[in-house]
């Protein structure tokens, strides 16, 4: 009888870990992919569908492209992981049985307690949130005149904040929008936490495209009109985005496995306290060397994705699993039709510059996204998404 491993998700860890499982799993075990959508979205792109909708067609990739037709794709919603009954709860009743689980299910938006923030505002976590800002800023817009413009508020400074009101900003110079854009970070630089060569440089490319920017108090308090930022600062807004946070999912809340925030605690194999359940990316604890777990990254959601995959096939032939350390290769962020590098890694070899722009960052992120695409696709796909990109 075979034996079913089942991964719950379809990002960047779920897709990944599926394509590996695929290439590692002998003819005695069956895979089971369930997500609650049919395709892996590209999410570190997905904010370019904010300034032009037609880039989604080239960064959605459907799940027929990645699954081996013995892969059974259960499309539907996880509600529940009972590991107990080794068991997946979906929203509409039924129930898909495993025999070694990997959680790949991804994170939620985190709004940390603040009042009125999560019922007034837009998140950035699928095509369809993509579509939705777009959406909403363009209508703010046509409401709108250069006399009264309309206020787009991005509340957070991280990559996904950055970049997406970057992309709201090409959108209003494209357009000749009336549009004033604002980027509220409550820690005291963007990109919080990063070499401040690197956020020097993303604040100048930001100010270029004429972002309001502003540091060093929190979103404390929003209303259905306005943001309450610090003890006495307000800003009105027609269009409110957040980007502040993630945190684990809901489906996960009464899991007994060990986890914080709803995120499952593993070790560097990637087992959790449960010998038959895995998980990877944003939906895991990783542990790492050192005091912190692995990063909440797409990149090391690809990395970790094989090693994973390879671990949970170890599981199944009685071998010892491999551990696994997140390498950092860089980052590279978009802001708008220009893009940062920073402490960029090829092959093992650091860039001679630590920070830069120009053609060479943007054709990277270009590459980065290309490489993923056809990995898990085809490169006929990635050379349809690198002219959108």
């Known amino acids: 009888m075979a034996t079913n491993v089942t991964v719950l998700g379809a990002g960047y860890a779920g897709a990944g870990a599926v394509s590996e499982l695929q290439n590692r799993a002998g003819p005695n075990v069956s895979i ?6 049919d395709y892996h979205l590209v999410l570190h792109e997905s904010h370019r569908i904010v300034r032009d909708p037609s880039v ?12 081996d037709p013995s892969t059974e794709f259960v499309q539907g919603e996880v509600t529940n992981l009972d590991e107990d009954a080794r068991e997946v709860e979906l929203a509409n009743g039924d129930t898909v049985d495993y025999d070694y689980c990997l959680v790949a299910l991804g994170s939620q938006t985190a709004f940390f307690g603040i009042e009125g923030l999560e019922e007034h505002s837009l998140t950035l976590k699928s095509a369809d949130d993509a ?3 777009h959406d909403a800023v363009s ?4 409401d709108a005149t250069r006399s009264d413009p309309a206020d787009v508020v991005v509340g957070g400074a991280g990559l996904s904040g950055i ?3 970057a992309e709201i900003a090409e959108y209003r110079n494209e357009k000749r929008a009336p549009l004033d854009v604002h980027l509220v970070e409550g820690l005291d ?4 936490g990063n070499d401040p060569e690197v956020q020097g440089a993303l604040r100048k490319r930001l100010e270029n495209l004429d972002i309001n920017i502003l540091t060093g108090e929190f979103i404390g308090e929003v209303d259905e009109d306005t943001v309450y930022i610090g003890d006495d600062a307000e800003m009105d807004y027609d269009v409110l985005l957040w980007t502040g946070g993630i945190t684990g999912r809901d489906a996960l809340d009464e899991t007994d ?9 593993t070790g560097q194999d990637f087992q959790t306290t449960d010998d038959r359940v895995f998980a990877i990316g944003d939906s895991a604890l990783i542990e790492q060397p050192g005091e912190d777990p692995a990063p909440p990254t797409a990149q090391a959601a690809w990395q970790a994705a094989d090693v994973a995959a390879e671990n949970v096939v170890r599981a199944i032939e009685g071998r010892r699993p ?6 950092d290769k860089g980052t590279v962020i978009s802001v708008g039709d220009k893009a940062v590098a920073h402490d960029v890694q090829a092959f093992g070899i650091s860039a001679p510059v630590t920070t830069f722009g120009g053609f060479p960052a943007k054709n990277l992120k270009k590459a980065i996204a290309a490489r993923w695409i056809a990995d898990v696709s085809s490169y006929q796909r990635a050379l349809s998404a690198w002219s959108m990109l």
């Not at 089971?32 to 959508?37: G, S």
């Not at 209508?139 to 046509?142: E, I, S």
């Not at 496995?257 to 605690?265: A, G, P």
């Open 322 to 327: 491999k551990t696994w350390v997140h390498e």
């Open 56 to 67: 989604a067609e080239h960064i959605k990739i459907p799940v027929r492209e990645i699954a």
């Open 139 to 142: 209508d703010a817009a046509t």
């Open 131 to 133: 579509m939705a800002i």
């Open 257 to 265: 496995v060990d986890k914080e925030h709803n995120r499952l605690q």
């Open 189 to 192: 630089s963007i990109f919080p």
């Open 163 to 165: 970049q997406t009101a």
């Open 32 to 37: 089971t992919w369930i997500a609650d959508v």
